[in-house]
């Protein structure tokens, strides 16, 4: 059984009205200096910030209070964060979550995805992409990550990374992968071709967004017509009960 943590720090958005009044994060890191700098950081933007510097206080602070989003250090005493991750959505909380590592290494990466992550972020950061970071799990957070999502006939386990249609396996690549599961955890949403720019192919990239079009057309090749939409205007979309291709 979980105790309530002894020493945590917590913190509330400073001035009233800021733009993130009313959102809550929790910073689970045992780098006393990262994790004050983060804190700082975020309250500075009206966010309301509560810090734990142990997994054992994290893993009880995330299951006892309803936060809008975690960032999770990986190596951390007590319960590690992977482990953390994994508690969590074995528990059925759902709370986005940033995972901060110092390794730096497709291992960890997977490793952080695979037991729930929602986003990765590798030490040394700088605080505008820290932030970044945040802001784009906020805009797409809301509602359950299912372990696999299903979408009429069509089906994605993120874990193995694989696609089924009508339950037969459909080989797709690494990207046309990432863009199909992300639009089937928004499934009968109209998802912004900008929100998959960001989410697919993250900050680093500086090429043309006409990339999303490509890997999109690719999906359709394979899967047929009608498994993504395209919303005049809007984005892309997969139906939620779309009849098999």
């Known amino acids: 059984m979980l105790k309530q943590p002894e020493a945590v720090f917590s913190g509330r958005a400073g001035p009233a009205g800021?733009?993130?009044?009313?959102?809550?994060?929790?910073?689970?890191?045992?780098?006393?200096?990262?994790?004050?700098?983060?804190?700082?950081?975020?309250?500075?933007?009206?966010f309301a910030v509560d810090v734990a510097g142990n997994g054992t206080d994290g893993l009880w602070l995330a299951t006892e209070n309803d936060y809008d989003a975690i960032v999770?250090?990986?190596?951390?005493?007590?319960?590690?964060?992977?482990?953390?991750?994994?508690?969590?959505?074995?528990?059925?909380?759902?709370?986005?979550?940033?995972?901060?590592?110092?390794?730096?290494?497709?291992l960890d990466e997977t490793e952080a995805l695979d037991t729930g992550a929602d986003d990765f972020l590798s030490k040394p950061f700088s605080y505008p992409v820290l932030l970044a970071r945040i802001r784009a799990l906020?805009?797409?957070s809301g509602?359950?990550?299912?372990?696999?999502?299903?979408?009429?006939?069509?089906?994605?386990?993120?874990?193995?990374?694989?696609?089924?249609?009508?339950?037969?396996?459909?080989?797709?690549?690494?990207?046309?992968?990432?863009?199909?599961?992300?639009?089937l955890r928004r499934a009968g949403e109209v998802v912004p071709k900008g929100d998959i720019l960001h989410h697919v192919w993250d900050f680093a990239y500086?090429?043309?967004?006409?990339?999303?079009?490509?890997?999109?057309?690719?999906?359709?090749?394979?899967?047929?017509a009608a498994a993504v939409e395209t919303v005049r205007g809007g984005g892309y979309r997969v139906p939620v009960g779309r009849p098999p291709a």
Do not use: F
Not at 83 to 103: F, V
Not at 216 to 221: K, P, T
């Open 206 to 224: 500086d090429g043309s967004d006409n990339i999303v079009e490509v890997h999109v057309s690719a999906l359709r090749r394979k899967l047929g």
């Open 138 to 140: 906020l805009r797409r």
């Open 18 to 46: 800021g733009q993130n009044g009313g959102m809550r994060i929790l910073v689970v890191e045992d780098e006393e200096r990262i994790a004050d700098a983060v804190k700082r950081g975020l309250e500075a933007e009206g």
């Open 72 to 106: 999770l250090d990986i190596m951390l005493p007590g319960v590690n964060g992977l482990r953390i991750c994994k508690t969590l959505r074995e528990k059925r909380i759902w709370t986005p979550i940033l995972m901060l590592t110092a390794k730096d290494g497709e």
């Open 143 to 183: 509602g359950e990550r299912p372990t696999v999502l299903v979408a009429g006939d069509l089906e994605v386990d993120p874990a193995t990374r694989t696609c089924r249609q009508a339950g037969a396996e459909v080989k797709l690549t690494v990207r046309e992968l990432s863009v199909l599961e992300y639009l």
